[in-house]
């Protein structure tokens, strides 16, 4: 085997193979060629570096140096300046990343030290080679399990004893939905990974499954063994084909390495995945309507209780979990709970991946500590405010989230401290607005997704969500009518209370933040309205 | 390919419905699935009609009406929309002369509006088939329009 000096790193996404990676790819083996020298210089595809917007990503590694806006025409000189000469090229934009926290790295942008878990894999290896996943430490946990042989009762306990919460929003104790599923009579038992990443400003599932989509197969495999699963079965949106793509061919790899199928590493477990490409219905996130729509149905969230956990995919009992969620067990399994507890808060062990987008300089993706300050999140990681404009809001956790004002820019991002001032974590999205933003208008946008999104089921959201857009939308034509403001927020408040699933009921989030902390907005909208 | 050749490729289990819409609608030239899809996949799976055509309407990415030959999404979500979707959409429906639901005359182009596309970090976006376009303006939709006429 041959020992190569330098590895270049081409990260491959939705954003840089639109920006022509593939490309530059093809340039740089061409270029290597006739230089002689690619028994010297390997050129990988990674995963994602969670950076967007900056085009074709070069990583020139050990160097740890990162150009962006990397064209086909800048290949040449990259090949001899840097590879062949080892000087960085100037005239590009370039940055040297921290790789972990214990390397000092820039203090500001998404280039510096960041935690990583369950996104450690994704920018360094090739996410569509078993051996290098391997070689990173992939399947280590799952491994450890078999080959110690530990009862599945342990691993559950292993899983509480971490504090893991469910990443998906809710924030529910991980182990526990284990246990309830593991202990809930009836023979056949199932898996299911929640990949129906639709929450608007959020695309963390994505990039985990692009960037290593080994680890939510080791993780699934973990999960089918401690609750009893031989099955599981991951629903990803229809709309990430790279998603679909690389975890289908990941699972091919795993079968052929016998790391699922029959007797995995002989240890007498079997565990079969498969994937279900969704169809594009927001509402089959809800956890009971992603169940309706395995089963080849509509998306029709169901009645609860009785919960998945009892009476799951084919009224079996089910344990459905987010991606992230997933993506940190091997983690756990391979290094323990008590490593997994020493990150984040007492309350909220271990990372979030958050997505900072909207009006800031580096739009992309962050994992950092759970209970990282707000203020952080957007001034460390996201560059602060872009063109230095002044913050107003930052909208938290998605469509069905919370508008947050600058007072509590301070806050700590954990499930508790959000929830103890009126804010969500929900799926980590951190969409900023600036000064020229206006509220109403967000909520407007935000009333038109619920009205589109709403599956129609019960009459509560069915009617709740359109009403409310009606409101919005003539508040927003600056024809606002007295008591608007008071109306929408009791429909709204009617729905959180009757609807039958947190499609209906969150849509009091965002209304009830937006009048609250942005009462002057609305009044003012009203205003102009009587003025006219 | 033709549908009963797809429909063979599945298992007659009533949860291969959605696989099987998906792949006789990629597999169509119009981007739909038409009355005689539905009830084929009704007749192989052994459901009722009704309950084909309820699953095939519930879902956004299943079209019940041929589409051209390019699909446009535009992303209207809250992200899209703070970064000036609604910008973007009046200029496609400017260049395309068409609405919301609509296909060209030429039958080249259906314009369609979707929830969060999962890549706001280059809002707006739209998605043309499987390409995403990202950090849209106004001023570079008549160029990808164009773009996508000269490569027919």
């Known amino acids: 085997m041959s020992v190569f000096r330098t590895h270049v790193l081409l990260p491959v996404d939705v954003g840089t193979a639109q920006a022509g990676v593939f490309e530059v790819k093809r340039r740089l083996e061409k270029e290597l060629s006739v230089r002689q020298m690619l ?37 040449p000189r990259i090949v001899d300046e840097h590879l062949l000469k080892g000087r960085v090229v100037a005239g590009l934009d370039h940055a040297a990343i921290a790789v972990s926290p214990s390397v000092p790295g820039p203090k500001v942008g ?67 939905k284990w246990e309830f599923t593991r202990k809930a009579a009836g023979g056949e038992k199932y898996i299911v990974c929640n990949a129906d990443e639709g929450e608007p400003g959020t695309f963390k599932d994505r990039l985990i499954l692009e960037g290593d989509p080994h680890r939510l197969i080791e993780a699934m495999a973990v999960a089918g063994y401690a609750i009893g699963a031989g099955r599981g079965f991951v629903y990803i949106r229809g709309e990430y084909r790279l998603s679909i793509d690389r975890l289908q061919k990941a699972i091919a790899q795993a079968r052929q390495y016998g790391l699922l199928g029959n007797n995995i590493l002989e240890s007498g477990f079997s565990f079969e995945l498969e994937i279900r490409k969704g169809a594009g219905a927001y509402v089959c996130g809800e956890e009971t309507a992603l169940i309706e729509s395995l089963e ?65 300089e580096y739009p992309g993706l962050v994992e950092t500590d759970m209970g990282t300050p707000l203020r952080e999140i957007i001034f460390g990681f996201g560059g602060g405010v872009k ?25 700590k991002m954990d499930f508790e401290s959000l929830k103890e001032n009126k804010a969500v974590l929900g799926s980590g999205a951190v969409l900023v607005m600036d000064e020229t933003a206006s509220v109403v208008e967000m909520l407007f946008s935000i009333a038109k997704f619920f009205a589109h999104e709403s599956c129609g089921q019960c009459v509560p959201c069915r009617v709740g969500t359109r009403q409310i857009l009606d409101i919005a939308w003539r508040i927003r034509q600056g024809h606002g009518r007295a008591g608007d403001a008071e109306t929408m927020l009791q429909l709204a408040e009617t729905m959180f209370k009757t609807s039958l699933c947190p499609l209906g009921q969150s849509l009091v989030m965002p209304v009830r933040s937006a009048l609250e902390n942005f009462a002057e907005e609305f009044a003012l909208a009203a205003g102009q309205a009587g003025k006219a | 390919m033709k549908p009963e050749k797809i429909l063979k490729r599945y298992g007659r289990s009533g949860d291969n419905l959605l696989a099987i819409l998906h792949d006789i609608q990629d597999a169509s030239p119009e981007h739909y699935l038409s009355d005689a899809d539905l009830r084929s996949a009704a007749d192989y799976l052994r459901l009722p009609y009704s309950f084909v055509h309820g699953v095939a309407s519930f879902y956004t990415m299943y079209s019940l009406k041929p589409r051209g030959r390019n699909l446009i999404r535009v992303c209207q979500s809250p992200p899209c929309h703070l970064l000036g979707s ?45 390409r995403v376009y990202g950090n849209l303006t106004a001023e570079r939709i008549a160029g990808i329009i164009d773009d996508l006429r000269r490569a027919q």
């Open chain 1, 39 to 75: 028994d010297e210089v390997k050129v990988l595809e990674s995963g994602t570096v969670g950076i967007v917007g900056k085009g074709v990503i070069l990583a020139v590694y050990p160097d740890r140096m990162y150009y962006f806006n990397v064209r086909e025409a800048d290949v």
């Open chain 1, 110 to 176: 998404l280039t510096r030290a960041q935690r990583r878990i369950v996104l450690d894999k994704a920018w360094t290896v090739d996410p569509e080679n078993i051996d290098e996943i391997i070689a990173a430490g992939g399947y280590r946990g799952l491994e450890r399990i078999l080959r110690e042989a530990l009862p599945p009762e342990a691993v559950i306990e292993e899983i509480k004893k971490s504090g893991l919460r469910g990443r998906g929003g809710a924030g529910f104790p991980t182990g526990m």
């Open chain 1, 296 to 360: 080849g149905k509509r998306g029709n969230p169901r009645v609860k209780p009785p919960y998945p956990v009892t009476h799951g995919l084919w009224q079996k009992p089910t344990a459905v979990n987010n991606v992230e969620t997933l993506a940190n067990v091997p983690g756990i399994m391979a290094n323990g709970a008590d490593w997994f507890r020493r990150i984040g808060t007492d309350k909220c062990p271990g990372t979030k991946v958050f997505t900072v987008l909207g009006h800031v």
């Open chain 1, 387 to 411: 063109g230095g404009r002044k913050f107003k809001a930052a909208l938290l956790g998605g469509a069905a989230g919370v508008f947050v004002p600058e007072k509590l820019l301070d806050v």
């Open chain 2, 86 to 130: 609604s910008t973007i959409s009046r200029e496609l429906i400017k260049v395309l002369g068409v609405g919301f639901g609509e296909t060209t005359a030429d039958r080249l182009f259906t314009l369609e509006m979707t929830s969060c596309l999962g890549v706001c970090g280059v809002a707006p976006a739209m998605m043309v088939n499987d």
